[in-house]
């Protein structure tokens, strides 16, 4: 984590060379001085980061080095508040200059003072642990990192030597496995076992190596294991042993100092022959697979290769480049994760009656991980079942358990080397995960904003900041260490989520290496230095003259008012980050607006209502978040504010007009905003409508825009500006009222990325361009009232997967045509009062996977060619007519109900009285 911090400091100071040198004068120098001996350390951190854990020496080594890189930021950033001042206009602003004129003297003989005294620190540091130097030197010529320690040998070997009696859950996967292996083409193929840490990916494909089946099946057979620091030339010579032990051929002994490319060469003869099957056990990186696969030859015998390694993208690069299969190793389900614990914590008995419920509140933290039910029945196997106390004190306090119990060493080992083996950019980014709350969902987009404003994420040529923090997001989903929570028809992940043992892991290395303290319980005792700071207790009071001068970032979850007002009266100079989603927060809190260095603010989910004129300092902000707070208006200095990416101003309330979005009255001059990205939603609304219209053309960052409360008369303009928002992503817009018509005909060249629209109000008729939209993902309409039937216009976009119509179209027959809606996986009908028919032809979205009809009233019949769905996974009515419904309730009797048999889950429901959410009954299917 030092390497990644260091590195940071680095290009901060390169950037403050560059942009200070005006005004440092003396302190120039010591300034470079500094970054020319981190720059020199830096090459030693790297490795230094992996012996953290194991070796104490290093880990104060680190700590130090970490410690100054901190204190070199801070004495930076104090020296430009000094040169940010604002003097004013007139008499006063004159000796509010020649102040600063003395307070920048005073700065730059402080700074220079404090560079001085950290170049000594640097150097008292490296001079004076010259043996740890020695020892980085020695790690770093052994192919550049640390060994795994024995214990970690002893226990994955641990996992080959298990009896089947032992195991768990495994049945239908090893079926499936060696079904994959003896069937199919005669063509070498790979097979790799993805999956995170701890879900026994080596244990089960040792029970598919040693099937009798799999046995007979093939004539040579061999496993290697690669781990995180493989010797290439050990392994090939382990898998040319194995080969030859197989074979009855009388083979002369190899010679140890073959080469690599020798040694592939003859093992590529000996199995070119052959129908073999080679296990490559835990693979790391596509370098080290690139080096053993051309020595397995491509033969037609029907030899298998099966893979296990926690890198997806590994995982479908190989078997891409092969034509083989991905299995995802998935967690246990709760019955085996039961089965499991029971078996290990009871020696096979069954669980007492009395600690039942305590017992399955612990085994919910394991979430299906079978090494983490392993690790905690070792520790419940010792303890009194006749003392419930202790299995409960077990369950309170299982973190420390985790951090201080040598039995959960081996867990902690197995789910630390992903992090120890993540590059030095990413491991900041993974490490801030433990800044949310458990259980909390955590906002793809909103993740990698955070990043950004923390100084996270590099930037790379050709791309925005955003599409490389995205890139980092889907880096740590690849290597198996955050999963999908939720995802979009279009396979955009909205949410993301973190295993609850990874977070306690990556929550204590974040207080023990000083990178963010989270303080959950009453009076939790924060360090001396705080750099980011989560509260996630109501109850969190604030520490007597607890001094926050260093605070960095600050997240608030669920935090009441008192304890809020109290930390917010802090002196906080430094801040970046503030996050303070909480519905507790009445006002926009004065002191926000002191503190200059915030680039990420966010109000989310609060009851502020307005937004003062003072916000005009914070000259770094990048995002303002104000989702589903009750402002209505921003200020005109909101303008002074260039360097805004993402402006959020919006929330939903019920009206006639069903669920209308609220959103903000813009000042004058939006088009001021020259690097905004992301601006939802803004009101047309107002008599400045062909100003403002006008002035969004001149936003050509663009990716995403929100507009409501269109009018007809806003058409010319708005068309003009959409024309020239060449990068806009997706577009959202609403009219005043349902009467109201949107008229986007003009629009002559729509944005070529489009991958999102929303229309929501009326439409004389579809726009012809919409049709030519070949990036088009998603299309909703809403209210649109068409006297056309749209779907002969949209039918052939060859890339739409999600489609909504509500009140679209005024006829009575809907007809899905053949070879129409070709990758439609997702099809939404609504309110429409004249509908009678749906009718879908063989042929028509042969990839759809859910069908919600909701609220056609004269809809009495089930879609006329629903059968032909082969792929539909959910069928959802709602407010639907009651003889629809009865259809659904015959217990298959019925020849309509018949139709929909092959459909795994059909549901039925009615909205709720004067709520938006839906009960849904499962159909009798």
């Known amino acids: 984590m ?92 004159l000796l509010s200059k020649m102040s600063c004129c003395i307070k920048n003297m005073k700065g730059r003989y402080r700074i220079a003072s404090e560079m001085k005294s950290i170049n000594s620190r640097i150097k008292n540091i490296y001079d004076g642990h010259w043996r740890i130097r020695d020892k980085l030197n020695k790690v ?107 074979t009855e051929e009388l083979v002369p002994p190899l010679e140890d100092n073959k080469d690599r490319l020798c040694l592939k060469m003859i093992i590529k003869d000996f199995l070119q022959k052959a129908r073999y099957l080679i296990v490559v056990d835990d693979v790391w990186r596509i370098n080290e697979w690139d080096a053993i696969k051309h020595a397995l030859p491509n033969n037609t015998c029907g030899s298998r290769i099966i893979i296990t390694s926690r890198n997806s993208d590994l995982a479908h690069t190989s078997c891409g480049e092969f034509r083989g299969r991905v299995y995802k190793m998935e967690p246990l389900p709760a019955d085996e994760s039961w089965k499991l614990f029971c078996a290990k914590t ?117 791309m925005t900041v955003e599409e490389a923090a995205q890139g980092y997001l889907y880096e740590l989903l690849k290597r198996s260490l955050i999963e999908v929570a939720v995802k979009t028809t279009t396979g955009r992940i909205k949410y993301c989520r973190i295993h609850d043992f990874l977070l306690d892991i990556i929550t204590s290395k974040s207080s023990h290496q000083g990178f963010a303290e989270t303080a959950i319980e009453k009076y939790h005792i924060w360090p001396d230095k705080v750099r980011r700071l989560s509260i996630q207790n109501s109850q969190q009071a604030m520490q007597h003259k607890r001094s926050l001068s260093q605070l960095r970032s600050l997240y608030m979850f669920g935090v009441e008012r008192s304890s809020m007002d109290a930390v917010l009266g802090s002196e906080m100079r430094l801040l970046t980050v503030l996050d303070l989603g909480t519905a507790s927060l009445t006002r926009f809190p004065a002191q926000v607006a002191e503190w200059c260095y915030l680039r990420y603010l966010s109000f989310r989910y609060s009851k502020v209502r307005t937004v003062p004129n003072s916000i005009g300092k914070l000259q770094n902000l990048e995002t303002l978040d104000l989702k589903h707070t009750y402002v209505t208006e921003l200020p005109v200095v909101i303008l002074k504010l260039q360097q805004l990416r ?39 609304g107002n008599e400045r409508n062909s100003s403002l219209m006008r002035e969004l053309g001149k936003l050509t960052q663009l990716i995403r825009l929100g507009i409501v409360k269109l009018r007809r008369e806003d058409a010319r303009e708005l068309c003009s500006s959409i024309g020239k928002l060449t990068k806009l992503q997706a577009l959202s817009l609403v009219s005043a009222d349902e009467d109201e018509i949107i008229d986007l005909q003009q629009l002559s060249s729509p944005p070529p990325f489009l991958q999102r629209i929303y229309l929501k109000g009326r439409l004389e008729a579809l726009p012809l361009w919409i049709s030519s939209l070949d990036s ?85 019949k089930l879609p006329s060619g629903i059968e032909h769905l082969e792929k539909l996974k959910v069928l959802k009515f709602v407010d639907m007519p009651d003889e629809l419904v009865k259809k659904l309730r015959r217990d298959g009797q019925d020849d309509d109900y018949q139709k929909v048999a092959h459909v795994p889950e059909v549901y039925y429901g009615y909205r709720r009285e004067r709520r938006w959410d839906v009960v849904l009954t499962k159909a009798f299917v």
């Open 2 to 93: 030092a390497e990644s911090t260091v590195t940071y400091l680095l290009g901060k100071l390169k950037n403050f060379l560059e942009d200070g040198v005006q005004v440092l004068g003396g302190a120039k120098e010591e300034v470079n001085s500094v970054k020319r001996q981190l720059e020199y350390i830096v090459a030693f951190l790297r490795v230094a980061d992996s012996l953290e854990e194991s070796d104490e020496e290093v880990k104060v080594w680190v700590k130090q080095l970490r410690e100054i890189a901190y204190d070199t930021e801070d004495a930076l950033d104090e020296f430009k508040l000094l040169l940010a001042h604002d003097h004013g206009i007139g008499f006063a602003g």
């Open 140 to 246: 770093e010529h052994h192919n550049g990192s640390s060994k795994p320690d024995d214990t970690w040998k002893d226990q994955r070997g641990n996992a080959l030597l298990l009896d089947k009696a032992e195991l768990v859950g495994i049945s239908e996967p090893t079926k499936k496995l060696v079904g994959w292996l003896i069937e199919g083409a005669s063509t070498r193929q790979v097979i790799v076992v993805v999956g995170m840490g701890g879900l026994g990916k080596t244990t089960l494909v040792k029970q598919v190596y040693e099937d009798p089946e799999v046995k007979k099946h093939f004539m040579v057979r061999a496993w290697i294991t690669l781990s995180q620091s493989p010797n290439i030339e050990e392994i090939l010579q382990g898998m040319f042993r194995q080969i030859m032990g197989e």
């Open 346 to 462: 009871f020696q096979g008995n069954s669980c007492p009656p009395h600690l039942e419920e305590t017992c399955r509140l612990i085994l919910r933290k394991c979430e299906g991980l079978p090494l983490a039910i392993v690790a905690i029945s070792g520790v419940l196997v010792s303890k009194d079942t006749r003392k419930k106390d202790e299995w409960d004190l077990v369950r309170r306090c299982l973190r420390t358990e985790i951090d201080c119990n040598d039995k959960f060493r081996t867990l902690k080992r197995v789910l630390s080397l992903s992090f120890d083996d993540l590059p030095y950019y990413l491991k900041s980014c993974f490490l801030h995960l433990s800044v949310f709350p458990r259980g909390y969902p955590i906002s793809c987009g909103k993740l990698i904003r955070l990043w950004i404003a923390e100084g996270f994420v590099d930037k790379k040529e050709g």
């Open 646 to 684: 993402h402006l959020l101003v919006y929330r939903y309330g019920n009206t006639a007009y069903s669920r209308f979005q609220h959103g903000f009255k813009s000042p004058e001059g939006i088009g001021a905003l020259q690097s905004l990205q992301k601006l939802c939603r803004i009101e047309a």
């Open 776 to 860: 088009l993902l998603v299309l909703h309409l809403r209210y649109s009232q068409l006297k056309d039937n749209p779907l002969s216009s949209i039918g052939n976009l060859p890339n739409l997967v999600h489609l909504e119509l509500v009140q679209v179209y005024e006829g009575t027959k809907l007809r899905f045509k053949a070879n129409d809606f070709m990758k439609l996986r997702f099809l939404g009908l609504g309110s429409s009062d004249k509908l009678k028919c749906v009718e879908v032809e063989k042929g028509s979205m042969p990839c759809l996977e859910e069908l919600f009809i909701e609220s056609c009233k004269l809809l009495e």
